[in-house]
């Protein structure tokens, strides 16, 4: 295999810089037990490291890609999140896309070849290259934030969003993942779509009121109660909001009982749950905002919950809390 050489290990590596310094989109948490060090991932494939969520050193590059392959040497990466399954790798799962090809045009609006693939490394910096199938999802089809998740049947998940772009009502769905995660079984299902949303709202061209059509980061987590939920995010107009959904069967396929309110604060969304060293639970997110210019701002952000009972709760003060051992 021949990986593309013109990607640097590192790329203006800084230290000491403030969790609210970073300007980053889709934050993902890996507290990795080993090193002991906490690993952000996101959109645009870099990596922060840090011991204690406030001062980061990075941003690290940390991926390698075959030119040959559906992604090209060069890929846009959206979301991108470390996974462990205990077999002594670090998988990366992230949803890359290929400029270059275009795989459909809807409502004059031209797709390009998008999809969700994971990566592998034998430890956390990486760095991280596909080992499995040339393709996980289909590739007629734009795909994005995959995440993994273990069902009750012991089987592995990539759970991802089919983008509205093409469909017009975005999707959620489960796709069997390989033993190994080296490749996908069989084909996707439907776990519920954007329509289902009691609280996303847009306008649409007649100007009514309606579901918003976007699906945005899914992650899959339980309470300690051991009921099945799915955080995700939509739009309420402008505004970028996340939800959650409990499934009624407590497996993946639902079926998934919406909230009716939104679950963060405005302008919060693509969430996901680690544990920090100490055992707390925290969700790392980003904020979705404008600036004097005009110009979208998006920043990580830590918030505390607990999952103690049968409802994910957030703590909205904890980003301003001092973090410490309990």
């Not at 089987?155 to 959620?172: A, R, S």
Request: glycine share 8%; hydrophobic share 35%.
């Amino acid at each position: 295999m021949t990986m593309a050489q013109a990607q640097p290990r590192a790329f203006k590596v800084r230290s000491n810089i403030p969790t609210d310094s970073i300007r980053l989109s889709d934050p993902a948490i890996l507290a990795d037990q080993k090193t002991k060090m906490y690993y952000m991932t996101g959109t645009g494939g870099m990596m922060w490291r840090s011991a204690d969520l406030k001062l980061w050193e990075g941003p690290f590059r940390v991926t390698e890609f075959d030119a040959n392959s559906w992604m090209g040497a060069h890929p846009m990466i959206w979301a991108a999140e470390l996974h462990q399954t205990g077999d002594g790798y670090y998988y990366y799962f992230a949803t890359f896309t290929n400029q270059a090809v275009k795989i459909d045009t809807v409502r004059g609006n031209v797709i390009e070849r998008r999809a969700s693939q994971v990566l592998r490394a034998d430890n956390p910096m990486g760095p991280y290259r596909a080992f499995g199938d040339a393709t996980y999802l289909p590739a007629n089809r734009p795909t994005l934030d995959g995440t993994f998740w273990r069902d009750t049947d012991g089987k592995p998940y990539m759970v991802f969003c089919g983008e509205w772009l093409q469909n017009w009502n975005g999707t959620i769905e489960k796709i069997e993942l390989k033993p190994d995660l080296s490749g996908t079984v069989g084909e996707s299902k439907l776990l519920f779509r954007a329509s289902d949303s009691p609280w996303s709202r847009e306008k649409d061209e007649q100007g009514n009121i309606t579901w918003n059509k976007v699906t945005d980061g899914p992650w899959v987590f339980r309470t300690g109660t051991g009921r099945l939920g799915m955080l995700w995010t939509s739009w309420v107009y402008d505004v970028y909001t996340q939800g959650v959904a409990y499934s009624a069967s407590g497996t993946l396929d639902g079926p998934w009982i919406q909230e009716p309110e939104p679950i963060t604060p405005p302008t919060y969304g693509h969430s996901m749950l680690f544990q920090r060293f100490d055992g707390q639970w925290m969700m790392s997110v980003h904020s979705h905002t404008k600036d004097a210019q005009g110009r979208t701002v998006r920043i990580p952000h830590f918030f505390e919950v607990d999952l103690s009972g049968d409802k994910l709760m957030i703590d909205i003060l904890s980003p301003k809390k001092k973090t410490k051992k309990k």
